[in-house]
């Protein structure tokens, strides 16, 4: 029995068995989480280890050489990599993808625990993360008002953080700008000095006196009682009350020889909204969770506190947020699946111009797609580009099935046979090549889905959907298409108005037409395989003038601009600076909705950094586009005198793990000179490149040092070890905590330093005094050096060895060119004995050309096996697959002509037409086969099937091609990243249509004579 035929006489059991997958797929929709883009999991994991007070040399050699020794000799490691900056060193391990990241995580934990010993005191417990995509920053709330900035951090900690880390999805809240409460213990050096006391006394008298600690148990008859020993301070009198050990002196307390005050601790980072100083709390989402869900519920909580916070003369802002971005795009790819469908359908009513027809093949797209949304939810998919794109590009090909099904349907019909058999017959006869074609498609995806490297782990949903979703369209095309044909579709004896008759005139007349044009191309073979020849030399022509780049650029309407000062600018000079950069962007530039700058905070640690978030207004809001208005602040300020300012895309993979820009060049050895010296020349020779910008280094020398160099011979004599020497000098300049003061459940620091005034006065420092191994005090005079210095500000290390990186931005160039050029300037410029390569995005599009290339092989060779299994023939699929390398005229042709670059979307959108342009082959070769073996001739059969399948042929082309024109216009929020794909794939089908309509013949009589 035909497989039709089961349908076509149980109707009910064929809506059923469509109906099972869409009403999973109906409950699942609301289910689905929304987001940018998938979550990936990379086994990367981030080790952040603080050190106060440790300048970056120290930093490498105390803190990372001791992690990276532990961690090196892990199995799978790909890259080890650290950034050491004052008193801060961020360690990268990438694993490869094969790693199971919570396994290498622990593994990591493990080692880090095994070496804490040899770290330097003071260092703080190392933070252990693993990156994930998923969990980078997605809003941020900025609080400010006329209120002091201790009770601000107290409102945006104990108020807000609090609040919106219960929101369901939050990962976790950073906060930045804050000045936290602490209790601070000023030294008076002379009188310090005058009493015989060392810093060392004054810390350890607060730690001694400042505990409460268990005592034990105590039973009373049946009764048991726990004992404690209270000595907390509650207060800074109470510290300042504390006795200091001193057998000359034995009543002097604290507040003898310090001031004792209840402020707040020294302002490291600084946060303001558009000129106003705020308090910035950053929100993570964790992973796997639904962006615009969290982002909803963190304004519906923004909303219920902005009146508290009001009372107390504070107010809240939601400057950034990426839900707004992922929710337009969203929407407008679902517009665009809506409107690709619309005109898929009017094709269908236009060539067939009966609506039963029409509304029996349109019905595979609604079914096609809800079906897919279960097999989304089942797998933890959501929406975002990839499974959005994967649906709007797919929606001529979900219908395909259904119109050949269809179009069969009705030619038998036309010959009179009933509507039943017309159904059964026509399904029979087209049931082979609806398998060849959809197993196509479905081969071509597969290895999409199963690509190498990080781009495969993105492109797995894209492969997945797709798949799924041709799946279902065949299932459909031979169970419910069938069974509602036999039921509605009548033959068309009726008569017809001027309309119908003319357009079927016309397509009568293409038909005739094309097979003259068959006739011709197999009485003129030679010729025929001459014009295709010159045709293919023109698409390598085309291959070779389309420029390569990672992704094309996207409008998001949010860019950052960084800003650096020379090393050793505080805070507040830097916040001065920057904030005037911000103003002037707010004046200049209409469209700008807000600007959220960030000093010394986040990603940037160090004073003399900040960045400031720029949010614009939707795209088509604005008469300029985000990458048009990138290039004015360039022009404006990137000859600024006294700071570097570069403007930056904010990137997918971003966040504090890896850099945004583009162009990543290392040039790694041992000399840490020598790198500056030639990653300095190679940028004077970028700079002559037009379309690299922002070019800078991740090298930075020049800060100012004060170094206290101690006489060994000197301190030995004195009895004074080095370490007592150390310690002193950082008790007195760093401000380290020595203990700790609670305030309910609150606990802030009690930190030890001299005032600011005296630290200034670098002379005086010396005439401290140190503590001997005797007990004695010892003048620092006695036994340090003090000299004036410069120092790194930043040391950078891959595999362990010294690395500087040249970055560079890209301004009207592709990341393929670009790196192509910074390859050959490298070669002229730095010595053999380096060594050099690129990371970041030109590493990745490099990896992921050669993923590509190999998924490109396989989709080819699973189309020949499909197809050779299915026509029992070695050669009939050769004949079909003639039609791929047709296909790259229109595809590289497309994009020479509209500007586009050749991005991996588009390389998979070549790929995707490996599938896609054997459907005509097979549809006429399948056709000529039925033919030849009802004994018709070689040249007989061909015109016939030519003539048969035109109309199928062009009907699902044309469907195919306006189904991904929404797409291919651009028009939607982030269209520009989709639509090169889409011209890709159109300018595919129609060169591959035309072309193969005459090949295929010619190449069919060739090897079936």
Not at 36 to 60: A, N, R, S
Not at 203 to 211: C, E, F, P, T, Y
Not at 455 to 460: A, E, P
Request: charged share 20%; with cysteine; hydrophobic share 45%.
């Amino acid at each position: 029995m035909r497989i039709a035929d089961i349908f076509i006489k149980r109707p009910v059991f064929a809506v059923m068995l469509v109906m099972v997958p869409v009403v999973f797929g109906v409950l699942s929709y609301p289910r689905l989480g929304v987001d940018l883009y998938p979550d990936v999991d990379f086994p990367v994991i981030t080790v952040t280890v603080l050190y106060p007070g440790g300048d970056p040399e120290t930093m490498e050699t105390k803190v990372s050489d001791p992690i990276e020794e532990a961690i090196n000799s892990l199995a799978g490691i790909k890259a080890l990599h650290s950034t050491n900056m004052e008193g801060v060193s961020r360690i990268t391990v990438e694993f490869q993808l094969e790693v199971a990241v919570d396994s290498a995580m622990q593994d990591v934990r493990d080692r880090i625990a095994a070496v804490m010993g040899r770290l330097p005191r003071g260092t703080q417990p190392p933070i252990i993360r693993k990156f994930d995509v998923g969990s980078e920053p997605i809003m941020s709330i900025a609080l400010g008002g006329n209120v002091s900035p201790r009770e601000l951090t107290k409102l945006a900690d104990k108020v807000v953080r609090e609040r919106v880390q219960r929101v369901t999805g939050v990962g976790g809240v950073d906060l930045l700008g804050g000045s936290e409460r602490e209790i601070r213990v000023s030294i008076d050096a002379s009188k310090l000095v005058g009493l015989g006391l060392t810093v060392d006394d004054i810390g350890s008298a607060i730690r001694s006196q400042n505990l409460s600690m268990p005592a034990g148990k105590l039973e009373r008859g049946n009764h048991e009682l726990a004992i404690k020993t209270l000595g907390e301070v509650k207060s800074a009198a109470e510290v300042g009350q504390i006795l200091l050990p001193n057998a000359l002196y034995p009543d002097v307390h604290i507040s003898d020889v310090a001031s004792v005050t209840d402020g707040v601790e020294r302002k490291r980072s600084a946060t303001f909204l558009d000129g106003k100083p705020a308090i910035g709390l950053v929100i993570r989402k964790q992973s796997g969770s639904n962006t615009v869900a969290i982002a909803h519920d963190v304004h519906k909580v923004v909303d219920e506190l902005r009146p508290l916070l009001a009372k107390k003369g504070a107010t809240i802002a939601i400057p950034t947020d990426n839900a707004t971005y992922i929710e337009r795009a969203i929407h407008d790819v679902q517009r665009d699946l809506l409107t690709g469908s619309a005109l898929a359908v009017a094709i269908i009513l236009l060539f067939l111009r009966d609506w039963r027809a029409t509304l029996i093949s349109a019905l595979a797209l609604p079914t096609s797609v809800i079906s897919t949304f279960a097999v989304m939810r089942w797998l933890g998919f959501s929406f975002n580009h990839l499974t959005t794109l994967g649906l709007s590009i797919s929606v001529g090909i979900l219908i395909d099935d259904a119109i050949v099904v269809i179009e069969n349907i009705h030619r038998h019909l036309d010959k009179g046979e009933p509507p039943k058999l017309a159904a059964s017959n026509g399904t029979a006869q087209i049931f082979l090549a609806v398998l060849a074609t959809t197993s196509s498609i479905v081969a071509v995806f597969v290895p999409i889905a199963f690509m190498h490297g990080i781009v495969g782990r993105f492109m797995y949903q894209f492969g997945i959907t797709v798949s799924v979703a041709v799946g279902v369209s065949m299932l459909v095309s031979v169970t419910l298409t069938p069974m509602l044909s036999s039921r509605f579709l009548h033959a068309k004896h009726e008569r017809h108005g001027r309309v119908y008759q003319g357009i079927e005139r016309v397509l009568l007349s293409v038909d005739r037409s094309y097979g003259r044009i068959i006739a011709w191309a197999l009485e003129h073979r030679a010729l025929s395989c001459v014009f295709v020849i010159l045709a293919l030399g023109l698409s390598v022509l085309a291959v070779l003038n389309v420029k390569a780049d990672f992704l094309p650029p996207e409008d998001r309407a949010q860019f950052i601009v960084n800003v650096e000062l020379p090393a050793g600018n505080s805070v507040a000079t830097t916040s001065a600076f920057v904030e005037k950069v911000a103003a002037d962007l707010r004046t200049q530039v209409a469209g700008i909705d807000h600007t959220f700058t960030t000093v010394g905070g986040g990603g940037r640690p160090q004073s003399n950094q900040a960045q400031v978030q720029v949010s614009l207004s939707p795209a088509r809001e604005r008469g300029y586009s985000q990458e048009e208005l990138m290039g004015w602040v360039r022009g404006r300020f990137g000859k600024t005198p006294g700071a570097k300012i570069t403007v930056q895309k904010i990137e997918i993979v971003g966040g504090n793990t890896f850099r945004a820009q583009p162009i990543q060049f290392y040039i790694r050895g041992g000399d840490l000179d020598e790198l500056a010296q030639v990653s300095d020349k190679l940028v004077v020779e970028l700079a002559k490149i037009q379309g690299l910008v922002d070019l800078d280094t991740t090298y930075r020398g020049g800060k100012p040092e004060l170094n206290f160099e101690v006489n060994r011979d000197a301190a030995d004599q004195l009895g004074v070890p080095v370490v007592s020497v150390a310690t002193t000098v950082r008790g007195l300049l760093a401000g380290d905590s020595v203990s700790e003061i609670k305030d309910g459940i609150d606990v802030y620091d009690i930190t030890v330093q001299l005032p600011d005034a005296d630290k200034a006065k670098l002379s005086s420092l010396g005439n401290l005094q140190v503590r001997s191994l005797s007990g004695a005090p010892v003048d620092l005079s006695n036994i340090v050096t003090i000299t004036h210095g410069k120092g790194h500000s930043q040391i950078e290390r891959q595999a362990r060895q010294r690395q500087i990186t040249v970055l560079a931005g890209l301004q009207g160039m592709a990341l393929g060119e670009a790196s192509k050029l910074v390859r050959e300037a490298a070669a002229r410029i730095v010595p053999a004995h380096l060594v050099t390569g690129f990371v970041g995005m030109a590493d990745v599009m490099n990896e992921s050309a050669k993923s590509m290339g190999i998924s490109l092989f396989l989709a080819v060779a699973m189309v020949y096996m499909i197809l050779a299994s299915l026509f029992d023939s070695f050669m009939q699929p050769l004949n079909i697959m003639l039609s791929l390398p047709l296909s790259v005229i229109g595809a590289f042709g497309g994009l020479y002509l509209t500007g586009k670059t050749l991005s991996i979307l588009v390389m998979i959108g070549v790929v995707m037409l490996m599938g896609l342009v054997t459907k005509n082959a097979i549809l006429l070769v399948d056709f000529a086969n039925h033919r030849r073996a009802e004994g018709k001739s070689v040249k007989q059969a061909l015109i016939e099937a030519g003539e048969a399948r035109l109309r199928p042929i062009l009907m699902t082309t044309a469907a195919m091609v306006f189904g991904m024109l929404p797409v291919a216009l651009a028009w939607s929020e982030g269209g520009e990243v989709r639509a090169p794909m889409a011209i890709c794939v159109i300018g595919g089908l129609l060169t591959s249509t035309l072309l193969t309509l005459v090949i295929v013949p010619v190449a069919y009589s060739l090897t079936n004579r």
